[in-house]
């Protein structure tokens, strides 16, 4: 005969005990992790804090974002307003880094990448271009891109580069610079050209045969059809040529 008279189902009462038991281990581990969390700054506020100082350098219109930083991270809480400053970049930069710092209750200082997106409307290639290519629009189109990865600059509006010529080939996709376009020659050699010499209120014209091809504002040297003389002047948008007195 079975003389064990306790009930292998814990009773109604020793439920809530084991239950009250759980709840207090739960709520000490709570506040222990509160505790502690409380004595580390939180990281979050590391890459707010650099974000904040780079947006407001980089002004409106720039995308800001800081690398990641490593959740592990236990530093001392600040008991002051963190402290941020580029230690590189600025301006137009595209990677900055930013000194987050504290100075008390104990001095620490951590150094946050962050890097800035300034997306705008920027001038491709349509196509393949050879060197030399006089652009047309068909030439062209325009996408939204991060600037600040265009180290050579960038053209905006088609318009502003329909005429010119490429100096370099550009693939297909490739952004426009200033420094790969050209203005078009818009005098030839060998073309008959108006010399225009000006002084005061009086005005000289004549007529010489250009030695070389040339585009609006750079100097040519032409072969003056009277005197027979070679001299040089500016060229200018309608393709006379004007000659200094």
């Known amino acids: 005969m079975n003389l064990n008279t306790e009930s292998p189902v814990p009773s109604r009462r020793r439920r809530i005990a084991i239950s009250a038991l759980l709840l ?24 707010q804090a650099a974000e904040a100082f780079v947006r407001a350098q980089a002004g409106a219109g720039a995308d800001v974002v800081a690398d990641s930083i490593d959740a592990r991270m236990r530093l001392p809480a ?40 300034r997306r705008a409307a920027v001038v491709v290639a349509a196509r393949d271009l050879p060197a030399g290519s006089v652009l047309s629009a068909a030439d062209l189109r325009v996408e939204v891109r991060d600037t600040g990865s265009l180290s050579q600059g960038y053209v905006g509006d088609p318009a502003q580069v329909v005429g010119q010529v490429l100096s370099r080939p550009l693939a297909a996709g490739t952004s ?29 014209r004549g007529q010489g045969k250009a030695l070389a091809n040339a585009a609006p504002g750079e100097r040519l040297s032409v072969e003056n059809n009277s005197s027979r003389r070679i001299v040089q002047g500016q060229v200018a948008a309608d393709g006379t040529v004007e000659i200094p007195l």
């Open 176 to 204: 426009l610079t200033p420094a790969g376009l050209a203005q078009a020659a818009v005098v030839r050699r060998g073309d008959l050209v108006t010399l225009v010499s000006r002084s005061g209120g009086f005005e000289v």
């Open 24 to 47: 207090i281990g739960l709520l000490a581990g709570a506040a222990e992790r509160s505790a502690e969390a409380a004595d580390f700054q939180p990281v979050d506020s590391l890459r």
């Open 78 to 117: 600040c008991a002051a307003p963190l402290d941020t400053s580029s230690t590189n970049g600025g301006g137009g930069s595209a990677r900055w880094t930013v000194s987050v710092r504290c100075t008390a209750p104990q001095a620490w200082a951590v150094y946050v990448p962050v890097r800035v997106v």
